[in-house]
């Protein structure tokens, strides 16, 4: 989830910097409700917003990592998981400790909910839910490894097959789940499945479509809003649920039109942003540390509702603040006035603070490293 990182300045691609970074923030915005990325309601963001981080990745995805495949396996499980599962210790303890103050959620600490039930949920402590896509991110970057080295042994590992293939997967998990036969230790190999695709889409896109995707700004956009107004006509809603595999209300074909509608509409408002971000350290340093506000936005957002509780118990304001709702309830947005501009502020806070967490989290790497 951190792209090019480490990357020489030539071969940096600030394109997908900046649409890792839109997508982050999209992510932030709809876990706040806040639509101001929707373009309208035209572009909902859980119509495409997961799917397009696993795009970014298999973007990324290098055949050349398949001539060592256990290097690949430690390098991605040292990037993903190694810093999942301290984090979630973190939060872990963070919610043990709210529990013994009057807060009502997260699981106790133990062997299922530090190692298993991240596999399972994600969502074990609650105050880092979002971080659930890291271990299924994890898992589906493995998956498709293995899949490809057995395909070259076969001579089948041509990309419109795969693609072809792992939509098929796909599609199935989604009439499953329509079917309510995606549920329990099904979730997992569900969402896998149904995610897997649009790690393909990333793949297909840069060796066959890339070098093709040369269209004027003017009929692109006009074909993609002209098919998204159909679909939002048409269509019985357009958001679903990539954690839980429900809310698929327009069949199994849908979801991965809007995937892709999604996905070519902010690839190309990315293009058309990179000479004018290009030198933008702010979008850069986002577009770099996407993992970090996945994984730390959530309790961002609760840093904002315990300033607000504060102001409403110790002083006459925010009379309305609901405090066990605020103590029981992860997805409780308290609005100063009943004002939607007001979840400005937790989008703000949910970029931002987690940011600077890991800024300051450089800062000590640095100095560690200059002491050595």
């Known amino acids: 989830m951190t792209y090019c990182k480490n990357a020489p300045e030539k071969e940096y691609n600030m394109t997908f910097c900046i649409l890792s970074g839109l997508a982050m923030i999209m992510i932030v915005a709809g876990h706040a409700g806040c639509d101001v990325l929707s373009v309208g309601g035209l572009f909902p963001y859980y119509s495409f917003h997961v799917p397009l981080f696993v795009f970014i990745s298999g973007y990324f995805y290098d055949e050349k990592e398949e001539e060592t495949p256990s290097a690949y396996l430690c390098k991605k499980a040292k990037r993903l998981l190694l810093p999942y599962f301290v984090w979630n210790l973190v939060y872990g303890i963070a919610a043990g400790i709210l529990r013994g103050n009057g807060f009502a959620m997260g699981e106790p600490v133990g062997l299922r909910t530090l190692f298993l039930e991240p596999f ?3 969502y074990q402590f609650i105050y880092h839910y979002a971080a659930w896509f890291v271990p299924v991110l994890f898992l589906i970057e493995i998956m498709n490894l293995f899949m490809r080295l057995i395909l070259r042994k076969l001579h089948l590992c041509h990309e419109w097959l795969i693609l072809a293939g792992t939509l098929a997967a796909g599609m199935t998990v989604v009439c499953f789940a329509i079917q309510g036969r995606v549920w329990g230790l099904y979730k997992m190999p569900g969402r896998i499945l149904f995610l897997y695709p649009c790690f393909q889409m990333g793949q297909f896109y840069r060796r066959k479509l890339e070098v093709h995707d040369k269209s004027g700004n003017l009929p692109y956009f006009a074909m993609l809003f002209a098919v998204q107004i159909l679909l ?5 809603g357009l958001a679903y649920s990539s954690v839980w595999c429900t809310g698929f209300a327009n069949g199994p074909v849908i979801p991965y039109v809007t995937a892709v509608t999604g996905i070519a509409f902010w690839l190309r408002i990315a293009k058309i942003l990179t000479p004018v971000l290009a030198q933008s350290r702010v979008m850069r340093y986002l577009g770099k540390n996407t993992y970090a506000v996945m994984m730390h936005h959530v309790m961002a957002f609760m840093l904002v509702k315990m300033v607000l509780a ?14 066990d709702a605020y103590r029981s309830n992860i997805d409780y947005y308290y609005l100063v006035k009943g004002a939607e501009q007001f979840r400005l502020v937790y989008l703000a806070a949910g970029a931002a603070l987690p940011l600077l ?7 000590v790497r640095r100095k560690l490293r200059a002491g050595r």
């Not at 504060?310 to 006459?316: D, E, G, Q, S």
């Not at 967490?357 to 800062?363: F, I, K, T, Y």
């Open 357 to 363: 967490l890991q800024r300051g989290l450089d800062g």
């Open 120 to 122: 399972i949920s994600g």
């Open 232 to 236: 939002t006509l048409c269509c019985n």
């Open 310 to 323: 504060l102001f409403a118990a110790h002083t006459p304001w925010l009379a309305d603040f609901d405090i």
